[in-house]
């Protein structure tokens, strides 16, 4: 089992609806989660970061962090065709391994316009 | 520069070669990271930095994997006797400090034929 779990999809949506993204981590240890968006061939660009329980919003995306469920998710409000791409979740620990996080191996999004 | 940046982006080299990727930071950033993504799966942590030193060197595969940063800024990652299992996208990021939001450069594809 992987310590960041994710579903590798695909997950497809039509334009204007929400993508939700979730992710589930076996380290109880994490204490910072982060989304990363990866288009096919470019390296992975951070749109979130969340370090307690509860939502964080910045414009169309929400994060949410459930520590004692141990589950990440991101969500995507009205979904548009640039968003296709493969979402990464990470997860980080606390303490003297805090430099290391582990990733999830992605899922991928399709926005069908 | 803006940016974290990686080079060589390609890099082609014969079984058995040494090779050096090299990363240069955000100007800034004190933490630096090395990753590898192999394709459909999540990068890969190898190692990190926090200023001069290496903090946790414990992704690095084996000993033909070395990582430098002299001078607390730009980092060489150095591979010896290169096997085709080496063969995947080296991604480096830097955040300010460890555990606060990482940024990816564009990677170094490396390919060992």
């Known amino acids: 089992q992987k310590e960041v779990e994710q579903n590798s999809g695909p997950l497809s949506v039509p334009e204007g609806a929400i993508a939700s993204l979730n992710c589930t981590y076996s380290?109880?240890?994490?204490?910072?989660f982060f989304w990363y968006r990866q288009y096919s061939g470019k390296s992975p660009e951070l749109i979130m970061s969340i370090y307690s329980n509860g939502d964080k919003e910045d414009g169309r995306f929400t994060a949410q962090l459930n520590k004692a469920s141990q589950y990440v998710s991101l969500l995507i409000r009205d979904s548009q065709p640039s968003d296709s791409a493969t979402y990464l979740c990470?997860?980080?620990?606390?303490?003297?391994?805090?430099?290391?996080?582990?990733f999830g191996d992605g899922t991928t999004l399709t926005v069908k316009p | 520069g803006a940016g974290v940046s990686q080079t060589p982006s390609n890099k082609v080299t014969e079984k058995g070669k040494y090779v050096e990727l090299r990363c240069d930071p955000i100007?800034?950033?004190?933490?630096l990271y090395w990753y590898r993504q192999s394709l459909g799966q999540g990068p890969e942590f190898l190692i990190y930095?926090?200023?001069?030193?290496?903090?946790?060197d414990s992704g690095l595969p084996n000993d033909r994997f070395f990582a430098v940063r002299p001078e607390g800024s730009v980092s060489t990652l150095k591979i010896q006797r290169t096997e085709r299992g080496d063969s995947a996208v080296y991604l480096c990021a830097s955040s300010y400090t460890v555990n606060t939001e990482a940024f990816f450069g564009q990677g170094t594809r490396l390919t060992v034929v």
């Open positions: 930095f926090q200023g001069t030193g290496a903090a946790d």
């Open positions: 100007s800034g950033h004190t933490a």
């Open positions: 990470a997860a980080t620990p606390y303490g003297t391994n805090a430099g290391k996080s582990t």
């Open positions: 380290d109880r240890g994490s204490q910072s």
